[in-house]
Nanobody, 123 residues
């Protein structure tokens, strides 16, 4: 069974940092684009960031560019700095053979999802 398991969420004050991790099991994701989406209360799920399977290309939503950094080895990480209350959301790990397109990037048709980890940023 394919699983993406997120960890690292929690409560942090505005201006603080958190690092999210996503571990994959059940199949080899080494050739998949992997990334993160988030969903705030009452809002639609939105793209946050992604990284190609080689790690050679990264993608970021305009709202997190310069503050968040994605990386990967056997795990995918999202280093979040200068957090704002508007970053509060459930963050979902995602994996697919496709990759984001356009500028600002959008990533549709994702095949695999984690169950999410909650990030709460207090003001």
């Amino acid at each position: 069974q394919v699983q993406l398991v997120e960890s690292g969420g929690g409560l942090v004050q505005a201006g603080g940092s958190l690092r999210l991790s996503c571990a994959a099991s059940g199949r080899t994701f080494s050739t998949y684009t992997m990334g993160w989406f988030r969903q705030a209360p009452g809002k639609e799920r939105e793209f946050v960031s992604a990284i190609t399977w080689t790690g050679s290309r990264t993608y970021y939503a305009d709202s997190v560019k310069g503050r968040f950094t994605i990386s990967r080895d056997h795990t995918v990480y999202l280093q979040m700095t200068s957090l704002k209350p508007e970053d509060t959301a459930v963050y979902y790990c995602a994996a697919d053979r496709t990759y984001p397109m356009y500028d600002p990037p959008t990533w549709s048709g994702v095949s695999y999802w984690g169950k999410g980890t909650l990030v709460t940023v207090s003001s």
